[in-house]
């Protein structure tokens, strides 16, 4: 079974993921997983932070020789603006006199339900570990999950669908998908030019108000078979559980499979994917002209692209603070503000590609099983013979 967690602070010394349950013997590309981490650093609208950081995977365990080894993978990334921190978070009691408090939650934060969950008189610890710094630990591991998924032939990528009211009209095909992931800049992501200096246009807006911005980004799997998650059970079913992974990234909220959104205003026959028949392509012959299911239906992969959405409210620390509480005094105050981000669309969408990834490995390996890749290389090997013969 595939399971992971992450562990750090934001400015911490570093954040830790873990991922167990890959098969030995897949061969691990450290260059392409710092290229994963580099793509998730970059966007328009971007805080300086990101200057401070240069992302890469420190592997500690459970690959050797360039190829896992079966036993649970760890990966640690080193916060570079530790070094700034460490007499106000240190891991010792230290001097109180260096600690930074929060002294007012920003509405939309985790700060205030936080504070009064773990019973913390202000928001640092709070912060430290909300933050989206931690979505950096789950593309490394997610990075793991995609080249697994390439050697079953699936890969999985983003482009950024809106940036505020700047919303991509047209559909976006594979091709130009995979042209996206080669750019050597990364400006929002946007299959589409034009639309993209308009969204660009979007942010300096925002930036001069001192104000920030969501936006949508879209995930794409392609290759996928069909048979993987099941309706037999309400938590297997593959839609839910790409929601929730989606959804579990800092600052979505709301996740779309397909065009579920608009399918609730519209007529079946508008909405469902006439089926036909022709010489077997990929898997098997059943062909669909359109695929507004997202590749789901019942649960389960049909064997068209999976295609994710996640809708991201603005982030919350706002350079012109909304209205807020002192935590002391509770006296009304502006919401703290430290430097920040205005947008992280394109971000947030490379960390949705590793949530989706690390969900269809999990999906794949639950069907596939094997304990070497050779094993579970024959046993989904096995399974496409089954479709092309049915
Ligand atoms: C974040 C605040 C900013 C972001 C951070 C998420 O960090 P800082 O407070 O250090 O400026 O840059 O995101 C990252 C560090 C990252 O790697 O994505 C927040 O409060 O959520």
Excluded at 61 to 73: D, N, Q
Excluded at 153 to 162: K, P
Excluded at 262 to 274: I, K, R, T
Excluded at 304 to 318: A, C, F, H, M, Q
């Amino acid at each position: 079974m595939l399971r992971y967690f992450t562990a750090g602070e934001s400015h911490g010394e570093a954040l830790i993921a873990f991922l167990s349950g890959l098969p030995a013997g897949l061969k691990v590309d450290q260059a392409f997983v710092d290229r994963e981490l580099w793509r998730r650093q970059q966007g328009y609208g971007r805080g300086g932070r990101m200057k401070i950081e240069r992302d890469k995977a420190h592997i500690l365990s459970g690959v050797r020789h360039g190829k896992t080894i079966g036993s649970p993978i760890s990966i640690q990334l080193e916060n570079k603006d530790w070094k700034n921190w460490q007499e106000s978070l240190p891991v010792g009691e230290g001097d109180p006199a260096h600690h930074k408090r929060v002294a007012s939650p920003r509405p939309g934060h985790a700060d205030l339900a936080g504070a009064l969950k773990y019973n913390f008189p202000e928001a640092r610890y709070v912060l430290e570990r909300a933050s989206a710094r931690e979505s950096a630990a789950r593309v490394a591991i997610g990075a793991l999950a995609k080249t697994f998924l390439c050697e079953l032939g699936i890969d999985v990528l983003i482009h950024v669908v809106a940036i505020g009211n700047v919303t991509m009209q047209q559909e976006v095909s594979w091709d130009a998908i995979q042209s996206l992931f080669h750019q050597e800049e990364i400006l929002l992501n946007c299959a589409h030019r034009e639309t993209e200096q308009q969204m660009k246009e979007e942010v300096d807006k925002v930036l001069r108000n001192g104000d920030s911005i969501g936006g949508v980004f879209e995930v794409v799997a392609h290759g996928v078979p069909p048979g993987l998650g099941t309706y037999a059970q309400w938590d297997e079913r593959l839609d839910a559980l790409l929601a929730a992974a989606v959804m579990s990234l800092q600052a979505v909220k709301a996740v779309e499979i397909g065009s579920g959104v608009s399918a609730a205003a519209s007529p079946g026959s508008a909405v469902h994917d006439e089926i036909g028949y022709g010489s077997p392509v990929n898997f098997t012959g059943f062909t669909r002209a359109r695929n507004n299911a997202g590749g789901i239906e019942g649960g389960v992969s049909n064997g068209e692209e999976i295609r994710v959405r996640g809708y991201l409210k603005p982030i919350s620390t706002l350079r012109r603070p909304l209205q807020s509480v002192d935590f002391s005094t509770r006296e009304p105050v502006s919401a703290a503000y430290e430097r920040s981000d205005v947008c992280v669309v394109p971000a947030a969408g490379v960390a949705g590609e590793a949530m989706v990834a690390l969900t269809l490995a999990r999906c794949a390996l639950d069907k596939f099983g094997g304990d070497s890749m050779g094993e579970t290389l024959r046993n989904f090997q096995g399974y496409c013979v089954q479709l092309k013969n049915y």
